[in-house]
């Protein structure tokens, strides 16, 4: 979106990468419009519930494999049972785009940026006052970095160590069009979203009332 001083590209820790405004007004409408026709496909984004009992305040679904805690499945395990959707050939171009710029601004990201072969997006939709804790993407056997897209409102994106859920974090405001790659020595921090930005929505998309996260990822785990 247009600013009076533009956001510049950061290294937000070693491994971790903002690329603000990456996806054009287009690039962001599109991603909208799939999002919403595949959300209708695979029978709608649902809440995933915790071991614990607890549900999460995001909705989800997957594109290529099924997520539940914590695990990757070809099946709606914990839905209805059918097949999770095609992961899209054009979402992993797209990502491999981002996963390229970040190199060039750390290459500890990737060092084979070129070999990244995604197979998953979990798609994440946070309405009025859903948040993230600070959890770890660990259910990969690929040490393949992760790319993240956000379209919608604002969200306060937390990025903190590998020890623990605790101090020291970094926090970056992710805004529509805005991606943040990491991978390497970050690969496998501890990260979250701790809340939305009221009012910070982006008017060329429309008000969504909510923030659009697609989580693009490598498995590792094959066929």
């Known amino acids: 979106m247009?600013?009076?001083?533009?956001?510049?590209?950061?290294?937000?820790?070693?491994?971790?990468?903002?690329?603000?405004g990456w996806l054009d007004a287009s690039l962001r409408t599109e991603l909208l419009s799939r999002c919403r026709a595949w959300?209708?496909?695979?029978?709608?984004?649902?809440s995933p519930r915790m071991r614990n009992g607890s549900s999460m305040s995001v909705a989800m679904f997957g594109l290529g494999w099924h997520w539940y805690p914590y695990r990757y499945s070809?099946?709606?395990?914990?839905?209805?049972?059918?097949?999770?959707?095609?992961?899209?050939?054009?979402?992993?171009?797209?990502?491999?785009?981002?996963?390229?710029?970040?190199?060039?601004?750390?290459p500890s990201v990737s060092d084979d940026p070129e070999g990244f072969a995604p197979d998953v997006a979990l798609?994440?939709?946070?309405?009025?006052g859903?948040?993230?804790?600070?959890?770890?993407?660990?259910?990969?056997?690929?040490?393949?970095?992760?790319?993240s897209f956000?379209?919608?409102?604002?969200?306060l994106f937390r990025i903190?160590?590998?020890?623990?859920?605790?101090?020291?974090?970094?926090?970056?405001?992710?805004e529509s069009g805005d991606v943040i790659v990491f991978g390497g020595p970050a690969r496998l921090v501890y990260h979250g979203v701790p809340r939305l930005i009221p009012d910070a929505d982006d008017r060329?998309?429309?008000?969504?009332?909510?923030?659009?996260n697609v989580t693009v990822r490598e498995t590792g785990l094959g066929a």
């Open 39 to 46: 959300d209708a496909e695979s029978g709608g984004a649902r």
């Open 204 to 212: 060329e998309v429309g008000v969504l009332a909510g923030r659009l």
């Open 130 to 147: 859903s948040k993230m804790g600070m959890h770890v993407d660990g259910d990969e056997m690929s040490p393949a970095p992760v790319v």
């Open 123 to 128: 798609v994440n939709w946070y309405g009025p």
């Open 160 to 174: 903190g160590n590998a020890a623990s859920r605790g101090r020291p974090w970094v926090d970056v405001l992710l």
């Open 150 to 155: 956000s379209v919608g409102q604002t969200g």
């Open 74 to 106: 070809r099946t709606r395990d914990d839905g209805d049972g059918g097949p999770a959707l095609p992961f899209p050939t054009w979402l992993g171009d797209l990502s491999r785009r981002a996963v390229a710029d970040a190199v060039a601004m750390d």
């Open 2 to 20: 247009d600013q009076l001083i533009p956001r510049q590209p950061q290294v937000v820790t070693p491994g971790a990468v903002h690329l603000p």
